[in-house]
């Protein structure tokens, strides 16, 4: 009997030991290491939604922009457009307009772009993180470098994806701006003061 509880008791700790060494937590993502480590596991897993809390703050206001100027686009469009410009330019932008959330931006143009296949490539262990006030280097086993800068909160987020989401805000913001010119070009053909044919050129994301 004693043997057996020996056993038991032996199996146990090698257990514990196990969980400990295999489940070991992410270090705080108050580091870069940690905001890295975070954004690795959510490509393994392939929910890349969850990268979103990792971006920096510009990245982040970006996808909501991106988000909101495509659904305000999409009311002009469906009010004031006529077939088949209507249904054509709305297949266009109701992906992004539609989506609950900046973190659904940022997966819908991540795939779309390639970025995960990127990332999939390149992520690897983390063998040094270099460290220079709120900016951060993160550098992999595989030589490559990601920077992230120390947002507000503390999080560290990831600057890749930066400037491709601020250009597409702002296209996003231009196309609204032509779609609503447009408009009111189809309104006042229905009213009778035009040949219904908006004067001002289609956003040029649909080129």
């Known amino acids: 009997m004693r043997k057996k509880v020996a056993l038991g008791v032996a199996l146990l700790v090698v257990g514990v030991l196990a969980m400990v060494l295999f489940h070991r937590p992410f270090p705080?993502?108050?580091?870069?290491?940690?905001?890295?480590?975070?954004?690795?596991?959510?490509v393994s897993e392939n929910q890349i939604a969850l990268i979103f809390p990792y971006?920096?703050?510009?990245?982040?206001?970006?996808?909501?922009?991106i988000r909101d100027m495509?659904?305000?686009a999409c009311v002009r469009i469906q009010a004031n457009y006529p077939?088949?410009?209507?249904?054509?330019?709305?297949?266009?932008?109701?992906?992004e307009a539609n989506v609950p959330d900046g973190s659904d931006v940022f997966a819908l143009l991540a795939h779309q772009r390639g970025w995960i296949g990127r990332l999939r490539k390149d992520l690897s262990g983390v063998i040094r993180v270099e460290v220079d006030g709120d900016r951060a280097s993160v550098v992999t086993a595989r030589g490559t470098r990601y920077p992230f800068r120390r947002r507000d909160n503390g999080i560290w987020g990831i600057?890749?994806?930066?400037?491709?989401?601020m250009a597409e805000a702002e296209r996003a913001s231009r196309d609204l701006a032509v779609i609503t010119s447009?408009?009111?070009?189809?309104?006042?053909?229905?009213?009778?003061?035009?040949?219904?044919n908006p004067t001002r050129d289609h956003p040029g994301s649909l080129n």
């Open 55 to 65: 971006l920096e703050t510009d990245a982040q206001w970006a996808s909501y922009t």
């Open 159 to 165: 600057t890749i994806f930066t400037a491709d989401l």
């Open 28 to 42: 705080s993502d108050r580091t870069p290491e940690g905001a890295y480590m975070r954004i690795a596991h959510s």
């Open 70 to 72: 495509r659904a305000k």
């Open 182 to 196: 447009a408009a009111e070009d189809y309104d006042r053909g229905r009213d009778g003061g035009s040949d219904g």
């Open 83 to 95: 077939e088949p410009e209507r249904s054509r330019m709305l297949a266009a932008y109701e992906p």
